[in-house]
């Protein structure tokens, strides 16, 4: 009898007819009946709550029934909203176009490993200059990551994720008409800006999911990825034997010319709305994805909890969330040097043939002319298009296991078997057998990347969700900005030095995952850092899902 809606007016005269008496709901006559409407010795009742319940009436009399319907109203949070409607045509449909964003992520940047030995060649530029070129664009995602996960926590998950692919479509264009050097470097760069915000479609993506799904779904959308770098692999073998790298940064921007035509579909988030205060506009997004997948909600009413405290980075650093932060900085730092490595040694490992080619065009080569350079040619395509097939079976070995042995060890195995699989190339094996060790490293390291990218959204709560991930993508781009200058710099020096940088620094991330004191697996997202640590704050409901579009009738409350 605590949740009334309204005062209750009460007026009565004296009984006539004591042998029964009851309380109905707003249906019913007396209920609804004004104090005018009442005869002598009857009881009228505006707006009162009922439960049904027995009174005893005395002397053998059979007790009257006395009805209080829903003293205690039902209610629901957001993430019994999204567990009760389940996965089905929404989820499927907001996997379509968040995969589209992430294919355009990994199409900018496997296009990194493909124009940097062309422009080396065409405008005669040193190898340094041509790693710079890689690490301009991770300086701009470095840079950007975190800001973007700031304005997703504050402004919104739909926001963030629209104005970071608009800005990197705008200026992929323009860096097709880059004339010299400088302006690849400036244009490159604010591609790099854009993209440090794609990882914000994994947040608003994770926030619609239900938990016994939601690293399998997770997993699927980063297939999205594969077919990206696959995909741009494709039409490097098309276009630039004929047309050139300009018309392959231009065609590269197709799936984000796909996603800006389509993103007024997106939705925004119903757990950020909630947080956010707009719990109206969040049953609303429910009652949309309800009935898109042919369910119902909950019954009773939405639970909202505000908090206006969001998107702080020294929230990652409370007692309980310290120790994550710092692991999974270094966690993401490694996959990115460790991946985005491998991407690079492909195309330069295949240049030379085996190791034993690059050993020989350092000694011949390099001390020479450090201009001297060759083209990539159709064989050198195909392997690289092999390679980058790698991601698929990498994704498949990851989803069998992370909800068999838990995220933290999926990590763990991940960075074990990649730095294993790279031993191999420590010898002088051939160009076959360097394809397939190639092929196994980049499976493990891709898979150990994605079961990241599930752990980190379901180990923060949704007021630091966004930036939780915008600040580990960041530390990401520290590793994937350093990786040229060993890929592409230190190999020339040393075959072997850089492989054992590759292989400590894998090892590394597997320790560090290891001792990640939170395991996700079958967790429910966490909404507040106030509700975890201090108890609710400004805890409001709604009405029932059912009654929401619905008023009052006749100057009377239907009750709740």
């Given at each position: ?34 104090e005018e409407e009442c005869g002598d010795d009857e009881i009228y009742v505006q707006a009162v709550p009922t439960v049904q319940e027995q009174v005893e009436l005395g002397d053998g009399q059979q007790p009257a029934t006395r009805r209080q319907d ?64 890689t690490s301009v664009v991770f300086i701009g995602m470095m840079l950007s990551s975190s800001l973007w996960g700031n304005i997703s926590d504050k402004y919104g998950r739909r926001l963030g994720l629209i104005l970071c692919m608009v800005w990197t ?205 060759s083209y990539l040619t159709l064989d050198d395509y195909k392997d690289l298009l092999w390679t980058t097939l790698a991601e698929f079976p990498g994704l498949l070995v990851i989803l069998w296991v992370i909800d068999r042995i838990g995220r933290k ?152």
């Open positions: 009898m605590t949740n009334w809606d309204t005062p209750s007016s009460i007026g009565y005269h004296r009984w006539k007819d004591t042998d029964s008496l009851s309380f109905r709901h707003g249906a019913s006559r007396l209920s609804s009946l004004t829903n003293a205690k109203v039902d209610t629901f949070t957001v993430e019994e909203a999204v567990e009760a409607i389940g996965f089905g045509i929404f989820q499927w449909k907001l996997s379509m176009l968040t995969g589209v964003a992430w294919m355009a992520d990994a199409m900018e940047m496997m296009i990194l490993s493909i124009l940097g030995p062309q422009l080396h060649c065409e405008w005669r530029l040193p190898s340094w200059e041509v790693a710079f070129i479509l705008y200026y992929g264009l323009l860096s097709a008409f880059a004339p010299v050097y400088g302006w690849i470097l400036v244009l490159r760069g604010l591609v790099g800006f854009g993209i440090g915000g794609a990882p914000q479609s994994v947040t608003l993506y994770s926030e619609f999911l239900p938990s016994k799904s939601r690293a399998t779904c997770i997993m699927l959308i980063e297939v999205f990825w594969a077919l990206g770098a696959v995909f741009e692999v494709l039409l490097a073998m098309l276009v630039m034997p004929t047309l050139g790298w300009r018309w392959l940064l231009a065609f590269s921007t197709i799936p984000l010319v796909l996603f800006t035509t389509l993103c007024f579909w997106l939705p925004e988030s119903a757990r950020y709305d909630v947080l956010t205060g707009n719990s109206q506009k969040a049953l609303v997004t429910l009652k949309r994805i309800a009935e898109d997948n042919r369910a119902e909600l909950p019954k009773g009413r939405l639970i909202a909890n505000r908090q206006d405290d969001r998107g702080k980075i020294q929230d990652l650093f409370t007692p309980e969330y310290r120790m994550t932060t710092i692991l999974l900085w270094f966690i993401w730092f490694a996959n990115a040097f460790a991946y985005y490595g491998l991407v690079l040694l492909t195309t330069e490992l295949f240049q030379a043939g085996d190791i034993c080619g690059v050993n020989t065009a350092r000694a011949k080569v390099e001390p020479r002319c450090s201009l001297e350079c060890k999926s990590m763990v195995m991940c960075f074990v078997a990649f730095s294993v699989s790279i031993l191999p190339l420590y010898a002088c094996i051939g160009r076959t057998a360097l394809t397939i060790f190639i092929f196994i490293a980049r499976a493990f390291i891709t898979g150990g990347w994605q079961a990241a990218y599930v752990y980190t959204p379901e180990v923060y709560p949704t007021v630091t969700r966004a930036v939780g991930i915008g600040t580990s993508s960041g530390f990401a781009r520290v590793g994937a900005l350093l990786t040229p200058f060993v890929a592409q710099v230190l190999l020339r020096s040393s075959v072997y030095l850089t492989l054992s940088v590759y292989c400590v620094c894998s090892l590394l991330g597997a320790v560090a995952a290891w001792f990640l004191p939170i395991e996700t697996a079958g967790r429910a997202l966490q909404e507040s850092t106030q509700l975890n640590n201090n108890g609710p704050q400004d805890m409001t409901s709604l009405p029932p899902a059912s009654q929401a579009s619905h008023g009052t009738q006749n100057g009377h409350s239907q009750g709740p």
